[in-house]
């Protein structure tokens, strides 16, 4: 076999690999990357998505003093508590305590010292965990392993079989079509996306084979008390008053620098071997990793400060954090915000142009072949449009579901599917032309709908989110209503340009 | 009964070559190796590392997953790039092995 025919057949598997392997898991890249991409503003879903959760600011002093009084009245006897102090992005004080192996979770206010009642819902939570295991669990991961895998094989093949895009892309040779959208976007987002697949991959692999703590510990918690040079105390079942939490916090600071601390954890409240755990917060920093001071829980001194890493752990947490994106405030969650929005829409850009490419070659070929292609099309509408409307549909229905409705929260995910597999039937029963500009109307009037859906059933609608300064709450609104009107554009393009872009 | 799967069997393949590429009996055979030779070769690795990085072992789990996700992917990319689908096999089948035998050295050790 000589040279040029074994680099045509090398380029030839190559533009095999890029154009399945890139249709099948660009299915699932699109929704990982979206998802991933509101979860950039999880906080910021979860507080819009809990709207009676409205209290004015304190004192880390007077949070952790109001926590400890609620968590000794209702769980004296729990196995460990969790208490998350007021944070920038997070301004709610809540409780967590387990307690046989089950986790209970409220909310606070510290001036009143009362239990706030919010509805149920998952918050933006949901789209962070859609976007780790499809909420499906280990099978779910796996795949998202393997979407990592082949996007970055995607990557190395499309730079392969399309070697000269980099060369127009930087003499501003930029073509308007379909190709021209997918090879543009993907040499504009290919720093980011290589680091933020990467980081992906890492962390997936992580779970996905543990091999290294299977084969170097005998038990998981061997790890943490590795990482973290601490061995947790054994419950001894002899009863003892736990010390004052708010007295520690002074101590603690010393230790993690002042209104530093995020978390308090206890462990065995009530029992002589009890522990208190300060947590510094991750987000001043790249690396997310959580320095901390542990102090026992009878006597109150100090055991354990640990601020000084292992350098191959904080290496691993570094790139965690560049992944999840805690660091650098609004300026960096924006830029991830918006890197992500054109990898979206450069995965979307390559899975019109599969169908783009072979409409003409379809038209004459059997009633089989038409089906296939037809259910390609179908599908790629479905994944795009269909799940933007989903998202959409989702917030929806944390405003729409009744407040004290029972398992509110898996309702409003059970919408998010329901709505999804309409938009999957829509995309089969209706042209695919029809079915792509309807289905990105729907999103459309959903995602501008938003703010005027919260005003009528909140108390935190634009007028009065803007007027009390609180951003965290209109940013939602003003975000959706902003790619709203960017879809109704995009629907009036296509309408419009339907014929020159068909290229 | 064997005309039903014969027909569907014929329009399976029809859909799916309507789509244009050659839908051979190689092809398949690289998106088996890619996968199955892939996760396969990427265990073993792993397992290999694991027991041979010269780390104490808090730094061994941390560093460890910084590796599989990229030999997957160089099994996944040899898969298609080889010159045949034989080959692909061959040649992850063979990395796997080497890479098993030197885990269960370490482990026998």
């Known amino acids: 076999m000589n040279k040029p025919i074994t680099n045509k057949v090398f380029i030839r598997s190559m533009r095999e690999l890029h154009t399945w392997g890139g249709l099948v898991f660009g299915w699932l890249l699109f929704a990982i990357f979206l998802t991933g991409t509101l979860a950039i503003f ?9 709207p009676e959760l409205r209290v004015s600011e304190t004192t880390p002093i007077q949070s952790l003093t109001a926590a400890d009084k609620k968590l000794r009245l209702f769980a004296p006897q729990a196995e460990s508590w969790l208490i998350r102090l007021p944070q920038d992005r997070s301004p709610i004080l809540e409780i967590v305590w387990q307690k046989d192996r089950k986790s209970h979770e409220r909310y606070l206010d510290p001036q009143t010292d009362k239990v706030l009642k919010a509805r149920q819902s998952e918050g933006g939570h949901f789209f962070a965990e859609f976007h780790t295991d499809l909420s499906s669990g280990k099978a779910g991961m796996w795949l998202v392993g393997l979407s990592s895998v082949v996007m970055l094989a995607a990557i ?14 930087f003499r501003l ?24 697949t990467y980081t992906g991959m890492i962390l997936t692999y992580y779970f996905l084979m543990p ?42 600071e010393e ?4 209104n530093n601390v995020m978390f308090v954890q206890v462990k065995n409240p009530g029992d002589r071997q009890a522990t208190v755990t300060f947590i510094r917060r991750i987000n001043d920093r790249i690396a997310a990793v959580g320095d901390r001071a542990t102090f026992d829980g009878v006597t109150g001194q100090l055991l354990s400060t640990h601020t000084n890493w292992n350098p191959y752990v904080y ?36 899975l019109i142009l599969f169908t783009v490419k072979r409409r003409s070659r379809y038209a004459g070929a059997s009633l089989a072949a038409e089906y296939g292609y037809r259910a390609i099309e179908a599908l790629n509408i479905t994944i795009v449009t269909g799940l933007i409307t989903a998202c959409a549909a989702y917030l929806w229905a944390n405003r729409l579901l009744p407040v004290s409705l029972k398992g509110r929260a898996e309702a409003e995910i059970t919408v998010f599917f329901c709505v999804w597999l309409c938009m999957l039937l829509h995309a089969f029963w209706r042209p695919p032309l029809q079915a792509w500009t309807e289905q990105l109307r729907i999103a459309a009037v959903l995602c501008t709908g938003l703010p005027f859906i919260n005003a009528l059933t909140t108390s935190i609608g634009l007028q009065n989110t803007v007027r009390s300064g609180d951003w965290m709450s209109a940013g939602v609104d003003l975000t959706a209503a902003l790619l709203g009107v960017g879809m109704a554009f995009a629907t009036k393009y296509i309408n419009k340009g339907v014929n020159r872009w068909s290229s | 009964m064997q005309l039903f799967t014969g027909e569907t069997v014929r329009y399976i393949r029809e859909a799916l070559s309507a789509t244009g590429q050659p839908q051979s009996a190689a092809f398949i055979l690289r998106v088996l190796a890619a996968i199955f030779g892939g996760y396969a070769l990427t265990y073993s690795a792993l397992a290999a590392l694991v027991l041979l990085l010269p780390l104490a072992p808090i730094e061994v789990v941390f560093v460890s997953p910084l590796f599989p996700g990229l030999i997957h992917l160089g099994a996944l990319l040899w898969a298609f790039a080889a010159p045949t689908a034989w080959r692909a096999w061959q040649d992850i089948f ?8 030197c885990a269960l050295a370490a482990w026998l050790k």
Request: aromatic share 14%; with cysteine.
């Open chain 1, 42 to 50: 999880e906080p910021e879903l979860t507080y819009w998505m809990k």
């Open chain 1, 156 to 169: 190395v093949s499309g730079i392969v079989i399309h070697k000269q895009v980099f060369a127009d892309f």
């Open chain 1, 173 to 196: 040779r930029w073509r308007r079509n379909w190709f021209g959208a997918h090879t543009l976007g993907g040499v504009l987002t290919l720093p980011f996306v290589l680091m933020i």
């Open chain 1, 211 to 252: 091999l290294a703590p299977q084969l170097l510990y005998k038990n998981p918690s061997g790890i943490w008390a590795d990482a973290f040079q601490f061995q947790d105390l054994i419950r001894a079942n002899t009863p003892a008053t736990l010390v004052p939490l708010e007295q520690l916090l002074p101590l603690a």
């Open chain 1, 255 to 258: 230790q993690l620098g002042k």
């Open chain 1, 315 to 350: 290496a691993f947490r570094f790139l965690a954090g560049l992944h999840v994106a805690k660091f650098g405030g609004y300026t960096i969650s924006w830029l991830y915000f918006a890197a992500g929005l054109v990898s979206c829409a450069m995965i979307a850009a390559g």
């Open chain 2, 94 to 101: 063979v990395m796997t092995a080497v890479c098993s035998f």
